[in-house]
Structure formats: structure tokens, C-alpha cells
């Protein structure tokens, strides 16, 4: 469903777009040499390779295994890297889209104390890190963080990327705090939730984001634009 919504938001761009759906039994090997004749497509100009993998595949090979000039979900460590000390041509698309929701609601990220909860290498360090090149007070929460409640209600601005249902509950923001919203929980129900309870939080937050409709379109969106950055540096 990911993946369709990436084809339709390029073709609505005009950007040229090609599914390569392999199936489930796919070999290291066999999507090792799709990345390759793709990393040498001059046609090409960013590969994404859908997420989660196969068991039976090592995804940080794969990923290694892309062209740091091509990887558009900058996934690759050589543009982690360049995150890392400020020098990047692509953003990590989901926590890019954090970023431009804040700066597009005209919120103020400088001095603010952040809290980010969530320390995956896809999204909580990466958040991390684009909250402090905004010169945010940052940060970063998890599974083994004391007093996730008492550090939660210090923020400014909380970003909720754990993958808990409704985990963010409203006695935890500060009022008038901004709540951006990351998770993506389908729960048995088939109903969609985020790790922020929105019911109760949005009585607190200044400003809040939902889910669905939230930081998941400005995923999409940051990818497209990744891509055209691509082209443009290619
Ligand atoms: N390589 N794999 C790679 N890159 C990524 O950036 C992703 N991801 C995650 C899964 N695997 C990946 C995405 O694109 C999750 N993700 C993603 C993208 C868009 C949306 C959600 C997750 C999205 O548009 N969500 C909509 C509708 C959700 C629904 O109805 O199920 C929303 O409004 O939130």
C-alpha cells in the first residue's frame, strides 16, 4: 500500500517511476544484482528498496549495496554519516517530514527542549540529530528511559516514533507543548493508531499532528523530493 502510494505521488509529479515486486523467496543474491543493474541504470536516479525484507536477506547489505548518490531514503551509512556532521544531500524522508510540518506551522525549533521518543536508526536517531541542526535542546527516549512520563512533560516539542499504540497519553504533555505523531500501529480491529493518544493530548498540545494524515503523506513527499535532488545533483 506503501509502495503504491510512492508510484501514484510520482506519477501525479512526473517523475518516471518502476516497481520491481519480487517474490517472498527472492535470494540475497537475486536483489543484490537488481540494486546493481539499477546503481548502473543512467535512466535511474534514486532507488528505494521497500522495507521490512525477507528473513532469508541481511537488509544492511542490501542497503549498503545501493549507490549513496541513488539512495533517496538515505539509508545508506555514507549519508548517514554526512547527517551526522551537517554536509547532506538527502534527509532521511520521515523525520524531514517532522521537520517541515514544525517549520511550516511557523514553530519555532531554536531553544526549544525537544523530546524525541524512539531511537531507531530510520527514524529517532535521525530526528535526533535534524532537531539539533535546528538548535533544539534534544532528547532521546526509550524502552529503558526513568520517568519517561516526567522527561516527556518537560518538552516543547514531543516526536513519538516507538511503535506503542496510544502510548503518549495526555497527562504527559506539557499544555501547550507541539505533539507530532510517527507511529503507525494497525491494531486487530484494522484501525489505524499512532503511539500518541490523540483524544486526550490535542486538549493539551498547541499543536498535534494525526494519524492517519499526518508525518506518513509528508514521508512521501520528502522522498519525492529527495529524488528530484538526485536528478538535479546528478
Ligand atoms: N525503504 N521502507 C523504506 N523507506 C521508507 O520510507 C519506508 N516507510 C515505512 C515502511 N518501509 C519503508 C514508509 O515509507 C513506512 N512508510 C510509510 C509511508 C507513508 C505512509 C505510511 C508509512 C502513509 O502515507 N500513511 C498514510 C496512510 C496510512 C494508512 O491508511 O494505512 C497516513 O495518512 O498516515
Given at each position: 500500500m506503501y509502495v503504491n502510494s510512492k508510484k501514484k505521488a510520482c506519477e501525479e509529479l512526473g517523475i518516471y517511476s518502476e516497481e520491481h515486486a519480487l517474490p517472498q523467496e527472492t535470494t540475497q543474491e537475486e536483489l543484490l544484482r537488481l540494486v546493481e543493474k539499477l546503481n548502473n541504470d543512467s535512466n535511474i536516479d534514486g532507488i528505494l528498496v521497500q522495507l521490512p525484507l525477507p528473513k532469508q536477506i541481511d537488509e544492511k547489505t542490501i542497503i549498503n549495496a545501493i549507490r549513496p548518490e541513488k539512495d533517496v531514503d538515505a539509508f545508506h551509512p555514507v549519508n548517514v554519516g554526512k547527517i551526522m556532521i551537517g554536509d547532506f544531500d538527502f534527509l532521511p524522508c520521515t523525520p524531514a517530514g517532522v521537520i517541515e510540518l514544525i517549520k511550516e506551522s511557523g514553530i519555532e525549533v531554536c531553544g526549544k527542549?525537544?523530546?524525541?521518543?524512539?531511537?531507531?536508526?530510520?527514524?529517532?536517531k535521525p530526528q535526533a540529530m535534524l532537531l539539533l541542526h535546528q538548535n533544539g535542546t534534544v532528547t532521546i527516549c526509550h524502552s529503558r528511559t526513568k520517568n519517561l512520563a516526567e522527561v516527556v512533560r518537560g518538552a516543547d516539542i514531543v516526536v513519538a516514533a516507538v511503535g506503542v499504540p496510544e502510548m503518549i497519553t495526555g497527562d504527559m504533555i506539557k499544555e501547550g507543548a507541539v505533539v507530532i505523531d510517527v507511529g503507525m500501529n494497525r491494531l486487530e480491529n484494522k484501525k489505524l493508531v499512532g503511539d500518541v493518544n490523540f483524544e486526550q493530548c490535542e486538549k493539551k498540545a498547541a499543536a498535534i499532528t494525526p494519524v492517519p494524515g499526518g508525518v506518513g503523506?509528508?514521508?512521501?513527499?520528502?522522498?519525492?523530493?529527495?529524488?528530484v535532488k538526485a536528478a538535479q545533483l546528478k
Open positions: 527542549s525537544c523530546v524525541v521518543i524512539g531511537r531507531s536508526n530510520i527514524v529517532g503523506p509528508m514521508t512521501i513527499a520528502m522522498l519525492m523530493k529527495n529524488t
